[in-house]
């Protein structure tokens, strides 16, 4: 069985998939982290994450393994470990801008195709059930307003010792939601047979709860 999970940053996907995944003993795909991962390395690399052209070459040897340890979520690239830094909030929008390359896309899309064959999981995201798993068994489409998304990404970045203020990191999820949403390749849309849930004023225990009796019934 496979739940897709999609929606902007700061709707909470990640945290429920997180939890959906260890009370239906499913294995957990943070498919964000994989485009993160990305990011990081071609930073690292001196490559601009816009420029199709410097990207390209570093995909073509580029080997990605993601793996469970200590019950987190880990990407190397090439060897590389990228997991204590691909948090980092330099990331988030690099991550965004990357993605928009169809080559990286269609990478990443085969890898978590791949993954999701093997077994029962829950893959979060932006494209998952509209284009990396169109036949998803269960597909929701998680939101919130964008205020009280730059309030959950501030607390989240306080908490790793980075403060930065609330108001640039609203202009940074908009601009990101923009981007995503636009993108020529695989956008966020809202899938016509998702379940759209509106995570605002609502707890991590209610929309868990709320998924759960659609998935287990």
């Known amino acids: 069985m496979n739940i897709a999970i999609d929606g902007p940053g700061g709707s909470g996907k990640s945290t429920i998939a997180k939890i959906l995944a260890k009370k239906l003993h499913f294995a957990y795909?943070?498919?964000?982290a994989m485009y993160r991962a990305i990011a990081y390395y071609a930073l690292?690399?001196?490559?601009?994450?816009?420029?199709?052209?410097?990207?390209?070459?570093?995909?073509?040897?580029?080997?990605?393994k993601?793996?469970?340890?200590?019950?987190?979520?880990?990407?190397?690239?090439n060897g590389i470990n990228t997991t204590p830094y691909i948090?980092?909030?330099?990331?988030?929008?690099?991550?965004?801008?990357?993605?928009?390359?169809?080559a990286?896309?269609?990478?990443?899309?085969?890898?978590q195709r791949e993954i999701a064959s093997?077994?029962?999981?829950?893959?979060?995201?932006?494209?998952?059930?509209?284009?990396v798993l169109p036949n998803a068994d269960f597909k929701f489409y998680?939101?919130?307003?964008?205020?009280?998304?730059?309030?959950?990404?501030?607390?989240?970045?306080?908490?790793?010792?980075?403060?930065?203020?609330?108001?640039?990191?609203?202009?940074?999820?908009e601009k990101r939601d923009l981007q995503d949403?636009?993108?020529?390749?695989?956008?966020?849309?809202?899938?016509?047979?998702?379940?759209v849930i509106d995570t605002t004023d609502l707890t991590i225990e209610e929309v868990t709860d709320r998924i759960c009796r659609i998935v287990c019934k």
Request: proline share 3%; hydrophobic share 40%.
């Open 181 to 195: 949403k636009t993108r020529s390749f695989a956008p966020l849309v809202v899938c016509e047979d998702a379940v």
């Open 142 to 173: 998680m939101t919130a307003d964008s205020k009280v998304r730059a309030e959950r990404r501030h607390k989240e970045l306080l908490e790793k010792g980075q403060d930065i203020p609330v108001e640039a990191l609203l202009e940074e999820i």
């Open 104 to 111: 990286v896309r269609i990478k990443l899309v085969e890898l």
């Open 44 to 64: 690292e690399k001196g490559a601009d994450v816009a420029d199709e052209k410097t990207i390209l070459p570093l995909l073509s040897d580029m080997e990605m």
């Open 29 to 32: 795909l943070d498919t964000g």
């Open 118 to 131: 093997k077994t029962d999981c829950i893959l979060d995201g932006r494209d998952i059930g509209s284009y």
């Open 87 to 102: 948090r980092e909030n330099r990331i988030s929008m690099a991550a965004s801008t990357v993605s928009k390359i169809p």
């Open 66 to 77: 993601v793996w469970e340890e200590g019950g987190v979520q880990q990407v190397s690239v």
